[in-house]
């Protein structure tokens, strides 16, 4: 008999909506792995009340904590007005991102069966793509400052930073994805205006297309990008985008699914050996957290492709065969998608269905 695998999993759920998001994506990957594969958490109680109560977001040691673990299991953090949101970000998630160089985050965004997206004429034939985001560098390297601050004279910088190495890697990632799926890469930049990173951009992008002749290449500006996932979502296989533009797409990405309570996403780490990261691509919803209103589907499919990642395929297609089976059934939904139910009760619909 095959020894019973264990995987270290590191658990933060953050603020918010996180709290409650996050157990019922623990409760639905334990029953999809019992009896064939052990997942042993480590709750971390980081995020803005450990800030409050000790000034930063997580430890010192933070991250030689997280760095011996299998995975990283996240909800979401913020908690505005109270801790700034850039504090949040720069004090827990984007350290995380730049020290395990979780170079990629993928961002798959479907119109599940039975749901109806705010795009009435179009179903989930039209709308299945997989966005790659930039996620090291770019828009939110961190590089800037400010100058002659409080005075009329004030500057604020914000560079972005792409370098060769790093944009050729998320690029080549998005090839590679694009030959198991459909076969077309769009590539989102904005070349008119910004004419040296994105320019730069797109010489790596045909660069690295050379190797990929099979795959058909298309260049969007970024704002064309927008107007078209609404116009015509079917256009899209496979995106790769910056760091920012990404972002701000895939939300767009998660209207055209029906709500922000659906779409998951993977930090990919580059080196196998570091902890890559999964978490839902919404926040931490302050509006409607602690009353039990969460779609917990976005945690939960980012929990199917943790294991999916961590090599658990048939119980990663098991759970995303099951949230299928629970929106086309489409009678326990939480609000967001014009339902009555709670998190728990989705996540147990989600746990029978498997
Ligand atoms: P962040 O800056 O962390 O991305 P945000 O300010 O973009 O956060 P979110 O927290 O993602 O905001 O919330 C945006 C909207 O989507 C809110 O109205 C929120 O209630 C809704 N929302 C987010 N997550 C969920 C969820 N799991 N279920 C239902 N609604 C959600
Ligand atoms: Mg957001």
Known sequence: MDAVKRYRIAVIPGDGVGKEVIPAGQRVLEAAVAGHA????????????????????????????????????LGAVGDP???????????????????????????????????????????PEHIDMVFVRENTEGEYAGAGGRVHVGTPHEVALETAVFS???????????????????????????SNAQQHAMVFWDAVVAEVARDYPDVEVTSLLVDAAAALMVRAPERFDVAVGSNLFADILTDLGGALMGSLGLPPSANLAYN??????????????????????????ATVWAGAMMLDHLGETEAANRIMTAIEALTAEGNVLTPDLGGTATTDQVAGRIIELL
Do not use: C
């Open 81 to 123: 007005p109270h801790v700034p949101d850039h504090v949040t970000l720069w004090g827990l998630l984007l350290p995380i991102r730049k020290a395990f160089d979780l170079y990629v985050n993928v961002r798959p965004i479907k119109l599940l069966p039975g749901l109806q997206g705010p795009l009435r004429n179009k179903g």
């Open 164 to 190: 060769r190495f790093n944009v050729e890697r998320v690029v080549r990632y998005t090839f590679e994805l694009a030959r198991t799926r459909r076969k077309r890469l769009t590539s989102i930049t904005k």
């Open 38 to 73: 052990e997942l042993a958490w480590t709750v971390l109680p980081w995020g803005s009340d450990y800030y409050r109560q000790t000034g930063a977001m997580m430890p010192p040691d933070g991250l030689e904590i997280l760095r011996g673990f299998d995975a990283i299991y």
């Open 272 to 297: 196998p050996r570091l902890p890559s990261l999964f978490e839902p691509v919404h926040g931490s919803a302050p509006d409607i957290a602690g009353r039990g209103l969460a779609n917990p589907i």
